[in-house]
């Protein structure tokens, strides 16, 4: 059986500017699984991440080596569709960004920017959305209530619904729990357990517990270099490298 | 003085300063509206003036101002705004940047005076606009344009980056996250640049003296000469006509102004509360 691999980074360097801050990557992100990034913070976790939809693009002075395939394109290249690359996929950030909008409103932005207009698509859309993240049932009848009024952990539901309206292929979460309680966390962990049935999710974490719940694999970056890639079991009880022992065991971090 | 009494002294003074501004406020408000109130009636308001100001209202002066307002806005904001949008969202802070904002400083510096002389010269004389509500409308535009474009680019830059990321990952382009969330999210702020643009500019005499004229019939066609209530008031006042009619007329203008900061008030309120 071959294995269906998703992305896949080949000798991918990043500078920012003179900084070299990702060094060489090789992983390989298998669909229908998930996949966490953990180690000390600054050493270009988000910065991968966000090397896989290029919004990296945006800040000045971003130079890129090697190559970064999705479904066997290299995304790295120039002539690569921005948006439609960055609509198969997407994105959650840290903190839970809700429009200042209503939920409905936050929901169907963005099929409304790719030019969706039919409100019956689009009511289908946000009721197909929601339910994924499982807040179908509790605000059915509210969404024309401002986003804002929602919990921490109910906004950064919608915010991982907002993107599943655009029916993305891999969703990337860069520690998506760290605004939230332990109890919404958790919440939102068995949420990446289901989500990977449709999609592919790759996780940040700062939190070592997150990474062994949720994950099939990770990956260990330290100081712009993935130290170990592997199966989440192996990683966190039979590392290969000295320093993934010492990470996972918090020797440091 | 020990730095206790240090304190004291100074928190004093600056209550003391915040009281005379506020008493200052309303002896002004107080002299304007006691000599301004009793002269005016509806008829005051509904008649045009007549005989230079000496009887009659001063209903063609509301219209020329208002006139004179709307152009220079519908001139000012679409290309303060766009200016502000353009600083921020399109260009790299650097060289232009720089030299743009540089520019707006000195264009807010120009004594208004100035302003009104360069546009007499350029819009009325050399393009032939004549004295005109066109004239005074982009003269008083270039007037407020630094107000405008400051206010626009505060309020641009205070919308959370974040909404551009995401709008950036929704597949959205610049410019549709220029018009579905920042501008929406940036009204209040341009509001209040507007109004404030709209305050200056109602009471403005120098620069609408000499472009936009002081012919005292109604305004209609926009190469049509009017009178401001500013100029109006200025010129009652200064030339001795009517005393009675000058104080009215600066009560009706402190009173417009009152009023569009209140309103202004309840709108950007209510426009705050429709997104909570
Ligand atoms: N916009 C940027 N410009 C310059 N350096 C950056 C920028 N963003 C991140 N870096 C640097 O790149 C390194 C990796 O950052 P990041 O990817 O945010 O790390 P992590 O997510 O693992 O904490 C850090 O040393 C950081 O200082
Ligand atoms: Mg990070």
Known sequence: MTVDYTLKAEGFNLFYGEFHALKNLNLSIKRNTVTALIGPSGCGKSTLLRSFNRMNDLIPGVKTEGAIFFDGEDITKETVNLVRLRQKIGMVFQRPNPFPLSIRDNITFGPRVMGEKKSDVLDEIVEDSLKRVGLWEVLKEDLNRNALALSDEQQQRLCIARLLAVKPEIVLMDEPCSALDPIATLRIEELMLELKRRYTVVVVTHNMQQAARVSDETGLMYLGELVEFDKTKKIFTSPSQKITEDYVTGKFG | ?276
């Open chain 2, 1 to 276: 003085m020990t730095p206790r009494r240090a304190e004291h002294v100074a928190i004093g003074l600056m209550v003391s300063g915040a009281f005379l501004a506020l008493a200052i406020l309303f002896f002004i408000i107080a002299v304007i509206m006691i000599k301004g109130l009793p002269h005016i009636t509806a008829r005051f308001l509904l008649d045009n003036p007549m005989d230079m100001g000496r009887a009659g209202g001063i209903f063609s002066t509301i219209v020329s101002t208002v006139y004179l307002l709307v152009v220079s806005l519908v001139i000012a904001i679409p290309l303060g705004v766009g200016t502000a949008i353009y600083l921020t969202e399109y260009t790299e802070e650097g060289k232009i940047t720089k030299i743009v904002r540089f520019g707006t400083e000195c264009l807010a510096g120009v004594p208004s005076i100035i302003l009104g002389l360069f546009g007499f010269i350029l819009f009325v004389i050399k393009l032939g606009f004549g004295w005109s509500v066109l004239s005074g409308g982009i003269s008083l535009a270039i007037m407020i344009l630094p107000v405008i474009i400051r206010t626009s680019e505060e309020a641009i830059k205070s919308v959370p980056q974040a909404f551009r990321d995401v709008n950036e990952v929704l597949g959205g382009s610049k410019w549709q996250g220029v018009t579905r969330l920042v501008l929406p999210n940036a009204a209040p702020g341009i509001l209040t640049g507007v109004i404030l643009s709209v305050g200056r500019g109602i009471g403005e005499t120098a620069v609408v003296i000499f472009t936009l004229g002081t012919s005292l019939r109604t305004p209609f066609s926009i190469f049509d000469s009017g009178r401001s209530m500013a100029v109006h008031f200025y010129i009652l006042a200064r030339e001795g006509i009517s005393m009675d009619n000058a104080y009215a007329t600066a009560a009706v203008l402190v009173f417009s102004i009152l009023i569009i900061n209140i309103f202004s008030y309840y709108l950007m309120h209510k426009f705050v509360e429709a997104r909570r």
